[in-house]
């Protein structure tokens, strides 16, 4: 979709690669205070954002972040965005008990093996509020499925939704409850429904370009859903391939050995193996060795010498 889409006038959509969420900078509006930025992507690529974040600013004031949900890959600038521009952060309600105790554990940071600087939250955002950026109405909606608390910001005036990973041009995000052994497929297609009922004119995905073929993009989203509820291990499957691939994103490159260990010590990836696995492996860090392989022939990693390296 053209970047200059009318209903993005006054947006600046920074697309970043997937280990960093999209970045979505609300130019303030006259008498506004300051720009709002939607998600603050990985802490590897912190210096990175606040670097985009200060070009497209282009002199002007940041005046707070606000995250759809928290993990590591929409939250982890929200340390250096705090420092460097003195900002609040705002977060869904049901992970701000969290972030004030850095909970690991409840963030899933710890169950996924994966990084993120601690911040501080100022404030919330609860399903049913509604904010003022850029004389526009962002509403705040539930989007559970893909993390529980995760929510999509709508500004009905210009059809503009800001799905987080509730929708994809080509899909939508891991079912983080699923992987946990909770329900979580059902609350997918909740929130597909509800996006279809909204009037969309523009989808901005948490990662991927804008897109306005809204009904081609839920199809497929059903249709992705549908092949995982019918087949759950397929979605395990699934899942403990994207976990692997993000931690080799974070670390660039692992020895063999020292990925399978890793592999081993993630409970996210062991409790997947446990429930899913325990049939095709005699332990997860076998489980695992399958899936490197598997990545590797896709093209996803490399393996030469022992060593795993991202590509």
Avoid at 1 to 23: D, F, I, K, Y
Avoid at 44 to 62: E, F, I, K, P, Y
Avoid at 172 to 194: H, K, Q, R, S
């Amino acid at each position: 979709m053209p970047p200059n889409h009318a209903s993005l006038h006054g947006l600046t959509v920074l697309e970043r690669g997937w280990l960093s969420s999209n970045n979505i900078l609300i130019h303030a509006a006259d008498g506004e205070a300051g720009a709002v930025l939607v998600d603050a992507s990985h802490v590897n690529h912190a210096a990175q954002t606040v670097a985009l974040v200060r070009h497209a600013l282009r002199g002007g004031r940041l005046a707070r972040v606000v995250n759809t949900h928290l993990h590591s890959d929409h939250c982890g600038g929200n340390a250096t965005l705090q420092r460097e521009f003195g900002v609040p952060v705002i977060v869904p309600p049901g992970s701000a008990d969290a972030v004030r105790a850095w909970d690991g554990a409840r963030l899933t940071f710890d169950a996924t093996g994966q990084r993120c600087e601690r911040f501080e939250v100022s404030g919330t955002l609860s399903p049913g509020d509604h904010f003022v950026a850029g004389d526009r109405r962002w509403d705040v909606l539930a989007a559970p499925g893909h993390d529980p608390d995760s929510v999509m910001l709508f500004d009905a005036g210009h059809g503009v939704l800001i799905s987080a990973d509730a929708l994809w041009e080509h899909g939508f995000g891991v079912v983080f409850p699923e992987i946990a052994g909770e329900p979580g497929f059902d609350d997918v297609g909740t929130v597909l429904d509800a996006i279809e009922g909204l009037p969309v004119r523009v989808v901005i995905p948490g990662h991927g370009a804008p897109f306005t073929e809204v009904t081609a993009a839920l199809a497929r989203a059903r249709s992705r859903l549908a092949a995982f509820q019918a087949d759950p291990v397929r979605h395990a499957r699934y899942a403990a391939k994207v976990l692997i691939k993000y931690h080799l994103m974070e670390v660039q490159q692992h020895a063999m050995q020292d990925l399978l260990r890793w592999v081993a010590a993630t409970p996210m990836l062991v409790a997947l193996w446990a429930r899913h696995g325990t049939h095709e492996s005699d332990s997860p860090a076998a489980w695992g060795e399958r899936f490197v392989h598997e990545l590797a022939g896709a093209g996803a990693l490399e393996l030469r010498d022992g060593v795993a390296s991202d590509r």
